[in-house]
């Protein structure tokens, strides 16, 4: 796919080495990440997970270079596909749209109301390849549609984001993201905002791509549930610092620190049920 | 003979207008809810479950159908012959941001039912307002701080706080827990089954989260379109519900220690299918 990143030959895609970011703010400074270190390789999903505060977004915005200048101070190492963004600040440019890109939280605000959907698609694919014809990038953009499940995607291109549920706004969020051809995704908190019958389909949708695509994926959220499913590997944020780290079973089978374990806990249990709806009850 | 329901709620109708004509938020809805009962609303956005909370505390008011509270039926009455009988039914909304007036102190917000409702003299009003942050858990220093200056789940409290001041018999929890992390909802939920405990006041609790419905909830009610597609005790529903759609919603209902095996792919793929059968 991505033609102008030589192959990694073991490099990871994403490799972060302590990494710390502190914020300005109105009431000083705060560290809010506080020294993480990670990897991300092809194929592999490696999810951050934690609750509000503990600096999983911001690492997240961090590694993208998305925080605001002056108000973010980073340290340590980012590597992009070899490339330190954290050194150069304008690798990240160069990076983002063509071999990493982002998967917003909200697929209510992410989109231009006022733009259709096949322009904004259209831009996202200009950038990765400017050359683009009109036609080229609408058939381009409509397959795009099409391999994110968006029904009828040629009727759907001038459409706007409001004629969309919130469900195919998400997918519409996640083709944009495509059209980058990344090898990396960012996906902050991707199925938060939506329904759980929605969100499975989501779910189901970027597993589904890393499968055919071999992309690698860095997962925010605060779901247990979400992590479990996705996640080759978990780390567990409190406070801008990992306090456990492990493969997704590990982490939620037998979980090693009491922050994990309080976390757990702390999630309402379904209990077994009739999945297959044989019988007419099941043993609680 | 049982003891008549204190909430019986029949073919409720509720609609809006739209520039296409009315549109059917809640169709032909009935349930019942025992005194000191706890029954769960369910369902995705769009179902109708909110607007089905808002007009059992008649902040909206249905186009027809009955809403029998304790033996009156609070449907169509004026607002006259209501406010009497407001005090009975409170809400606690999704939005602990949102729903507290910003420039009152804690102390005023969970005070103000009852000086509405002309219950007790200011320093009765005080002295309650008082015992009810203890109640739920706040330190007495919160009595005169302001919204901005507490956590999502602290505003919560003061929240329920605030609707348990005027004694009331039913409790209307609108995803009262869905905005908070999830140690933070936990102690949420301890704390309404507490209160439930002890003073007997009845909850019903609209949800979109399944586990926090079998938390919380003897009975649940489960809606798609403005309908109930199917109801019964909560835990029997989860265990083995009967509708498709139920179905669905309990697959996708994602329960991190029933997971099993490495990245499961595909796992979830009939529930989509599932789920967007109309």
Same mark, same amino acid.
């Given at each position: 796919?991505?033609?102008?990143? !030589?192959?990694?030959?073991?490099?990871?895609?994403?490799?972060?080495?302590?990494?710390?970011?502190?914020?300005? @703010?109105?009431?000083?400074?705060?560290?809010?990440?506080?020294?993480? !270190?990670?990897?991300?390789?092809?194929?592999?999903?490696?999810?951050?997970?934690?609750?509000?505060? !503990?600096? +999983? !977004?911001?690492?997240?915005?961090?590694?993208?270079?998305?925080?605001?200048?002056?108000?973010?101070?980073?340290?340590?190492?980012?590597?992009?596909?070899?490339?330190?963004?954290?050194?150069?600040?304008?690798?990240?440019?160069?990076?983002?749209?063509?071999?990493?890109?982002?998967?917003?939280?909200?697929?209510?605000?992410?989109?231009?109301?006022?733009?259709?959907?096949?322009?904004?698609?259209?831009?996202?694919?200009?950038?990765?390849? /400017?050359?683009?014809?009109?036609?080229?990038?609408?058939? %381009?953009?409509?397959?795009?549609?099409?391999?994110?499940?968006?029904?009828?995607?040629?009727?759907?291109? +001038?459409?706007?984001?409001?004629?969309?549920?919130?469900?195919?706004?998400? %997918?519409?969020?996640?083709?944009?993201?495509?059209?980058?051809?990344?090898?990396?995704?960012?996906?902050?908190?991707?199925?938060?905002?939506?329904?759980?019958?929605?969100?499975?389909?989501?779910?189901?949708?970027?597993?589904?791509?890393?499968?055919?695509?071999?992309?690698?994926?860095?997962?925010? @959220?605060?779901?247990?549930?979400?992590?479990?499913?996705?996640?080759?590997?978990?780390?567990?944020? +409190?406070?801008?610092?990992?306090?456990?780290?492990?493969?997704?079973?590990?982490?939620?089978?037998? /979980?090693?620190? /009491?922050?994990?374990?309080?976390?757990?806990?702390?999630? /309402?249990?379904?209990?077994?049920?009739?999945?297959?709806?044989?019988?007419?009850?099941?043993?609680? | 003979?049982? $003891?008549?329901?204190?909430?019986?709620?029949?073919?409720?109708?509720?609609?809006?207008?739209? =520039?296409?004509?009315?549109?059917?938020?809640?169709?032909?809805?009935?349930?019942?809810?025992?005194?000191?009962?706890?029954?769960?609303?369910?369902?995705?956005?769009?179902?109708?479950?909110?607007?089905?909370?808002?007009?059992?505390?008649?902040?909206?008011?249905?186009?027809?159908?009955?809403?029998?509270?304790?033996?009156?039926?609070?449907?169509?009455?004026?607002?006259?012959?209501?406010?009497?009988?407001?005090?009975?039914?409170?809400?606690?909304?999704?939005?602990?941001?949102?729903?507290?007036?910003?420039?009152?102190?804690?102390?005023?917000?969970?005070? $103000?039912?009852?000086?509405?409702?002309?219950?007790?003299?200011?320093?009765?009003?005080?002295?309650?307002?008082?015992?009810?942050?203890?109640?739920?858990?706040?330190?007495?220093?919160?009595?005169?701080?302001?919204?901005?200056?507490?956590?999502?789940?602290?505003?919560?409290?003061?929240?329920?706080?605030?609707?348990?001041?005027?004694?009331?018999?039913?409790?209307?929890?609108?995803?009262?827990?869905?905005?908070?992390?999830?140690?933070?909802?936990?102690?949420?939920?301890?704390?309404?089954?507490?209160?439930?405990?002890?003073?007997?006041?009845?909850?019903?609790?609209?949800?979109?989260?399944?586990?926090?419905?079998? $938390?919380?909830?003897?009975?649940?009610?489960?809606?798609?379109?403005?309908?109930?597609?199917?109801?019964?005790?909560?835990?029997?529903?989860? =265990?083995?519900?009967?509708?498709?759609?139920?179905?669905?919603?309990?697959?996708?209902?994602?329960?991190?220690?029933?997971?099993?095996?490495?990245?499961?792919?595909?796992?979830?793929?009939?529930?989509?299918?599932?789920?967007?059968?109309?």
């Amino acid at each position: 796919m991505a033609t102008d990143v !030589s192959p990694l030959d073991g490099v990871p895609l994403l490799d972060v080495e302590n990494l710390q970011i502190e914020l300005i @703010t109105a009431h000083g400074v705060i560290r809010a990440v506080d020294g993480v !270190s990670f990897t991300v390789g092809e194929g592999e999903t490696v999810t951050l997970i934690g609750e509000s505060g !503990s600096g +999983k !977004s911001t690492t997240a915005m961090g590694v993208l270079r998305l925080l605001p200048e002056g108000l973010a101070v980073l340290s340590g190492s980012v590597r992009i596909a070899g490339r330190d963004v954290v050194a150069d600040p304008r690798a990240a440019r160069a990076l983002r749209g063509r071999t990493v890109s982002l998967i917003p939280q909200d697929p209510m605000t992410a989109l231009s109301p006022v733009h259709t959907i096949g322009r904004q698609l259209g831009d996202a694919l200009r950038l990765r390849h /400017p050359g683009l014809s009109r036609a080229e990038t609408r058939e %381009r953009g409509t397959e795009l549609l099409a391999q994110v499940h968006v029904p009828r995607p040629e009727t759907r291109w +001038k459409a706007y984001p409001h004629q969309f549920s919130g469900g195919m706004l998400q %997918r519409v969020l996640i083709a944009v993201a495509l059209a980058a051809e990344p090898r990396l995704l960012i996906a902050d908190e991707p199925t938060s905002a939506l329904d759980a019958t929605v969100q499975a389909g989501v779910l189901d949708l970027l597993m589904e791509l890393q499968e055919v695509e071999g992309i690698g994926m860095l997962m925010i @959220t605060h779901d247990l549930g979400v992590a479990r499913v996705v996640s080759d590997r978990i780390h567990v944020m +409190k406070e801008g610092r990992f306090v456990e780290s492990g493969p997704a079973g590990t982490i939620v089978d037998r /979980p090693a620190e /009491p922050y994990t374990r309080a976390l757990l806990a702390a999630v /309402p249990r379904l209990g077994a049920w009739d999945e297959d709806g044989l019988t007419g009850a099941v043993a609680r | 003979m049982a $003891e008549p329901p204190l909430l019986d709620v029949e073919d409720l109708v509720v609609e809006y207008p739209t =520039a296409q004509g009315p549109f059917r938020a809640v169709d032909r809805v009935s349930f019942q809810l025992p005194r000191g009962g706890s029954l769960a609303v369910v369902g995705e956005s769009g179902c109708g479950k909110s607007t089905l909370a808002r007009a059992l505390v008649r902040l909206l008011r249905p186009v027809s159908g009955r809403i029998v509270l304790d033996g009156t039926d609070i449907a169509t009455l004026s607002e006259r012959r209501l406010r009497p009988l407001r005090r009975r039914v409170q809400m606690v909304f999704q939005d602990p941001y949102g729903s507290l007036d910003p420039h009152l102190t804690a102390q005023q917000i969970v005070a $103000e039912p009852l000086r509405l409702s002309g219950i007790g003299d200011r320093a009765g009003r005080a002295r309650r307002a008082a015992e009810l942050i203890d109640r739920v858990g706040l330190p007495s220093s919160a009595l005169h701080r302001r919204p901005p200056e507490f956590s999502g789940g602290q505003r919560q409290r003061i929240g329920i706080a605030r609707a348990l001041a005027s004694r009331p018999d039913l409790l209307v929890c609108d995803e009262a827990t869905s905005a908070l992390d999830v140690s933070v909802q936990a102690q949420v939920l301890d704390l309404l089954r507490e209160l439930q405990a002890e003073t007997g006041i009845a909850y019903l609790v609209i949800a979109h989260n399944l586990a926090v419905v079998r $938390e919380i909830s003897t009975e649940v009610v489960v809606m798609r379109a403005g309908r109930i597609v199917e109801t019964g005790p909560t835990a029997a529903v989860l =265990a083995s519900p009967a509708e498709p759609y139920t179905r669905a919603l309990r697959r996708a209902a994602l329960d991190p220690t029933t997971i099993r095996g490495v990245k499961p792919r595909h796992l979830l793929t009939t529930t989509a299918r599932e789920g967007t059968r109309s």
